[in-house]
């Protein structure tokens, strides 16, 4: 076997661990649907004609590949690197998200399951849930957070237009942590014919793995994307950590490149010290959560705390395992941008290049503009731009006080 | 042999089934659980099995969620969890078995939680999202400090793995009963006399089988202790009684022992 030195990075999780992060941390009714999981998914994997499904898919339902673009203004303004957007505010519904959603629902439709479950915190992983498997005809209900459906009422209708149906959850705090509780509460009971569509790079294994493969797509375009610009690699990578799916399906294919530098962004909310914000990997501490060992914001008893942030995709008090293990080994960093800041590139972006960012990739986008300046102007930075902003107009006009 | 284990093989010498009582502790306020768990024990509750409460308690039904929430409120810690421990077995010579899920005491530290659940008399702990896979650390702590590893067993464990987590549990095997959460339930279902068929020729002679999730009515433990099982596990029919009655101690300790009584009865006569 190979030393854990000699190992490289992308070939984790070994066992289902990322060095210790990860793991299966469920109730044991789970066990069985979980190992059945993976080996559904290490076997569609291999299989040429799942990858060709997905393939096809990808590129002729979600609009993929999408488009790599040079900020040439934000650029620019800023006065240092050249920033490059990953353009997945371009892919169908707005977000990265389909690219996930796709895959779990091919394979749940491929293990012989009727009806897919999902949570969903602002409601973009709900509604790209219920696109997939609308497309795939399956039928699709989401779970989500009373307090969360009040705030994001447009999407609750949206995806009611979609045809899944969403159920509110009344307990805990209300919102997303609440939401996945409730989906593994169903998914025990309806374990059988149930398949649970997890919408980041968490939960119990396979799914950091999984969720982790479909994203890829968005790494393994950008490397090609940027090769053919710049006949080189770029510098840094930039994304926003919630759960941390786009993060990591940006970064997974540079994982072994160190000269790579790869950045994380977690909303810092009102600002770490207010007590009021998301930044797991840079406030948390080690803990068991939704099935892994990972960084948790938690209390001293072990209680899981809520979050904050102006966005409600980042708003999760745990974060994927590998992000854990990337922050452990320093092979990534993680900064944090606070709700003004992510506010603030918001409208700078919108003003700057006609493209309005999705607020949790404003975040990513505010540590890229104290970035940028650092840097020679000859190095580049990949942005990935998760998701459009529509979805946030009225909350960030709500934020600068404007009324509309 | 462990204490847990003693009483269930001196009361299947008697030809009864055990009763097993839960309650999550600190509701809904923290001096309140040994006065519970006293009624409990009066009532005829076997071996008591006190909860720490968990912001997310992913395998509990809505029952066990609330009274989770009222003792978050209350101001339940672990540690105080585990000194009532001590408080109740100054009263009662009784077997006390702590469910948690993993969280809690990875936050403290193996050996620590061991240490204090050791020294206030602990005799057993459940984690309800440990499975033996991830066990190896938990399980050397606990028997470092002579505390009984129980581990639970599902609808939906294999022959295989069942194998495996009897030679992991000791005290007794946990056997959730159905697919789902834990939460009263009107009917039990058939199934689960079949999986306790299934199951009891790989505990028998080796740990008690004790059955649990949704078991809340007299009915419901002679049917699972005719079955063959050592055991029944009550808990969310005395967590309604504790949430009902809040605001009138009295009533809330008279309904428990009263429930507690007709439950244990039902434990005796499977025989019969």
């Known amino acids: 076997m190979k030393s854990d030195k000699m190992r490289k990075l992308s070939s984790y999780p070994v066992e289902g661990k990322f060095g210790k992060y990860g793991g299966r941390f469920v109730p044991e009714i789970l066990m069985s649907a979980i190992k059945e999981l993976e080996e559904a998914y290490v076997e569609a994997r291999e299989d040429p004609s799942f990858k060709k499904q997905l393939k096809y898919y990808l590129s002729e339902y979600a609009g993929r590949p999408t488009p790599l673009y040079y900020a040439e203004n934000f650029t620019r303004k800023l006065g240092g690197a050249k920033i490059y957007l990953k353009r997945e505010d371009l892919a169908h519904g707005g977000a990265h998200k389909i690219n996930n959603t796709l895959g779990q629902a091919l394979l749940a439709k491929r293990m012989g399951k009727t009806r897919v479950i999902a949570e969903t915190g602002a409601g973009q992983h709900g ?8 497309a795939l005809g399956l039928k699709a209900e989401v779970y989500m957070g009373a307090e969360d459906m009040k705030r994001q009422r447009l999407n609750v209708f949206r995806m009611r237009l979609l045809n899944a149906e969403v159920h509110p959850v009344e307990s805990g705090s209300k919102t997303l942590k609440d939401s996945i509780n409730e989906a593994m509460r169903d998914w025990v009971t309806n374990l059988k014919s149930t398949y649970y569509l997890i919408g980041s790079v968490v939960g119990p294994h396979p799914y950091p793995m999984m969720v982790r493969d479909f994203q890829s797509v968005i790494g393994c375009e950008l490397r090609e994307q940027f090769l053919q610009k710049e006949q080189r690699l770029p510098d840094a990578l930039v994304a926003c950590v919630g759960g941390g799916s786009n993060a990591i399906g940006t970064f997974y294919p540079f994982e072994d490149c160190p000269e790579v530098q790869l950045y994380g962004v977690e909303a810092a909310g009102q600002g770490i010290e207010s007590g009021k914000h998301s930044a797991s990997l840079g406030a948390g501490a080690e803990g068991v959560f939704h099935g892994m060992l990972t960084y948790v914001l938690q209390d001293n008893e072990g209680q899981i705390l809520n979050t904050h942030s102006v966005s409600a995709g980042l708003d999760y008090p745990g974060v994927g395992p590998e992000h854990s293990f990337l922050k452990t080994l320093q092979r990534a960093e993680y900064a944090t941008a606070t709700d003004e800041e992510a506010v603030n590139a918001f409208c700078t972006l919108s003003r700057e290049e006609g493209i309005v960012p999705a607020l949790e990739s404003a975040h990513a986008l505010a540590f890229a503009m104290k970035l940028a300046p650092k840097m020679r102007r000859d190095q580049a930075i990949v942005v990935t731009l998760s998701g459009r902003g529509d979805k946030d107009v009225e909350v960030v006009a709500d934020f600068l006080g404007v009324k509309i | 042999m ?33 006065i519970i768990a006293e009624a409990l024990v009066k009532g005829g509750v076997d071996i008591l099995e006190l909860g720490i409460p968990f912001s997310d308690p992913i395998a509990d039904g809505p029952t066990i969620q609330a009274a989770s929430v009222r003792a978050l409120q209350a101001g339940t810690t672990p540690k105080m969890v585990l000194e009532m421990v001590g408080e109740i077995k100054n009263q009662r010579d009784v077997p006390v078995a702590i469910l948690t899920y993993y969280n809690p005491v990875f936050r403290m530290g193996l050996d620590k939680f061991f240490g204090l659940a050791k020294s206030s008399g602990v005799d057993g702990v459940i984690v309800a999202d440990l499975p033996v896979e991830e066990a190896a650390d938990y399980k050397e702590a606990a028997e470092t400090c002579g505390v009984d590893t129980i581990f639970l067993a599902a609808p939906s ?34 199934s689960t006399i079949q999986l306790i068929q299934r199951v009891l020729p790989v505990t028998r002679g080796r740990v008690p089988l004790a059955v649990g999730f949704g078991i809340s009515k007299p009915e419901h433990v002679k049917a699972v202790i005719g079955a063959g099982a050592d055991g029944a596990i009550v808990g969310s029919a005395f967590v309604n009684i504790v949430s009902r009655c809040r605001s009138n101690v009295h009533q809330m300790l008279n309904e428990i022992e009263k429930t507690a009584c007709k439950l244990k009865e039902s434990a005796k006569q499977h025989n019969a």
């Not at chain 2, 294999?158 to 194998?163: G, K």
């Open chain 1, 127 to 134: 509604v790209a849930t219920a696109m997939a498997c609308a």
């Open chain 2, 2 to 34: 462990s204490r847990i284990s003693k009483v269930f093989q001196s009361l299947k010498a008697q030809g009864e089934g055990a009763l097993v009582g839960y309650v999550t502790a600190g509701d809904p306020e923290p001096k309140l659980t040994p």
């Open chain 2, 157 to 190: 464990t294999s022959a295989a793995r069942l194998q495996r987590i009897v030679e992991s549990t000791s005290g007794f095997l946990y056997l959730v009963s159905h697919f789902g959460v834990t939460g009263e339930q009107a009917a039990m279902e058939h």
